[in-house]
């Protein structure tokens, strides 16, 4: 299994603010932008229940339908129904190890893009699902390399 243990674990909330310090439950940030810009040695993001929607909860639209990269080992985890909607086809990137688990990946192109070009990550989408992408996938994996 991908999880790591020994970093900082970090929340938010569809309805979190960007300037609480996203450390408990009582005080969630609002985008994973808010909580990789703000909160050093992230290691797992707790999604507390609701629908989050791309361009307000996962990075901030200026950086446009390429959406921004994590390039950091990653574990996204859902508490209740958790739906990433992508409106706006921002997608998620991972670029490092990745553990989803209990979140459901709605709409755009390509909404979760994981790319392990010549690299040995790890993914794992445990109880996720993806659903209504436009035209594109609504998981895209690019690359990677065997693993021993």
């Known amino acids: 299994m991908v999880k790591v243990t020994n970093g900082v674990i970090a929340y938010m909330s569809p ?4 300037a609480n310090d996203g450390l408990t439950m009582l005080t969630p940030k609002k985008s994973i932008y808010g909580v990789l810009n703000s909160i050093e040695n992230v290691e797992t ?6 629908e989050y929607v791309s361009g307000v909860n996962y990075f ?3 950086f446009g339908q390429q959406g921004q990269v ?4 990653i574990n996204f985890i859902g508490l209740g129904k958790v ?6 086809n921002y997608p998620i990137k991972f670029e490092n190890s990745v553990y989803c688990e209990n979140i459901h990946f709605k709409g755009g192109n390509n909404c979760v893009v994981v ?3 010549s690299r040995q990550y790890y993914s794992v989408f445990n109880h996720c699902t993806f659903s209504n992408s436009y035209t594109l996938n609504g998981l895209a994996l690019l690359g990677g390399l065997g693993c021993d």
């Open 15 to 18: 309805n979190g603010d960007n």
């Open 45 to 50: 993001i707790i999604f507390l229940e609701g």
């Open 60 to 62: 901030d639209s200026a």
């Open 70 to 73: 994590i390039n950091q080992p």
């Open 83 to 88: 739906i990433f909607n992508n409106l706006n």
């Open 115 to 117: 790319n392990h070009s």
